[in-house]
């Protein structure tokens, strides 16, 4: 499967939930993949049941022949470890920035934590459909704050597309009458300039989880990008740990993503971001492999334990 990670950032209020939502519809995720969908929807029902709290953070689109995995960011300068460890499963970001207020605060925190990771950026200016805009000084805003906060040459070199979120409506022109109603001139700038996760599908397994997830029926959650190989449900794995100790387990679960769905999944392989269940404690930043193949994979910066709670 051909997949691109990206993660979408923004001041808050300048519409990505509404972009989200909107890319979800337009590429017909959801349709597509009915009964995954329905699976999807059975179980966040269980786990309603349950009592837990679902707050999806992660989405996945099918595009084409593509799985594109959306990795939501907390914009809050109280989560930049969070955000840098996003930043080390993406290649890619969507900058959402609204068409009237131009860059803010929050912008700029996140935008240089992209930047430094050096992903690729793209720059998507919002709500073009307002009756009053300043795209113009909008896209100088952005290019000035690119420059000021070091972007090097391919991330200056950022394309931009022009969208309402809300309508639905996309175009590659700033010019408000050239908008078209669907998202393919954005699918096709995600497919075609965010770089295909650079892993090695080949070899043993190697999964380093970024973030921390949390339910009550399964416990703690690792979720990351799959480096090398591919994972299996009920496979024996080892996990490398942070105290250069280890410990086997058993996968318990795996889950994927599709829409703002989780949902299981038998297998995923290198490039994909899942969610593995089956360690008590497991860790960011601690590397599972295969226990043929045990190599632990740089220590990712930590700077506050982060669980979300779904
Ligand atoms: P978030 O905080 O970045 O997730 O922003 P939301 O997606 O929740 O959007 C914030 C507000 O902006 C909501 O009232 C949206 O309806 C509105 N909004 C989002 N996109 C657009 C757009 O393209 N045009 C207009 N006019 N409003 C939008």
Known sequence: MNIRNIAIIAHVDHGKTTLVDQLIKKSGTLEAHEELAERAMDSNALERERGITILAKN??????DYKINIMDTPGHADFGGEVERIMHMVDGVLLVVDAYEGTMPQTRFVLKKALAAHVKPIVVINKVDRPVVRIQEVMDEVLELFMELGADDNQLDFPTVFVSALNGTSSLDPDISTQVPNMDC??????????APAVD??????????????NDYVGRIGIGRIQRGSIKVNENVVCLRADGSKTQFRVQKLFSYLGMHRFEVEEASAGDIVAVAGLADIGVGET????????????????EPTIQMI
């Open 59 to 64: 989405t996945a689109i099918h595009y084409k």
């Open 201 to 214: 599908v080949e070899g043993g397994l190697q999964l380093q989880p970024a973030l921390l997830d949390y």
């Open 186 to 195: 954005l699918f096709d700038m995600i497919i075609n300039e965010i770089p």
């Open 288 to 303: 599972i492999c295969e226990p043929s193949c045990e190599e632990a994979l740089p220590l990712l910066h930590v700077d």
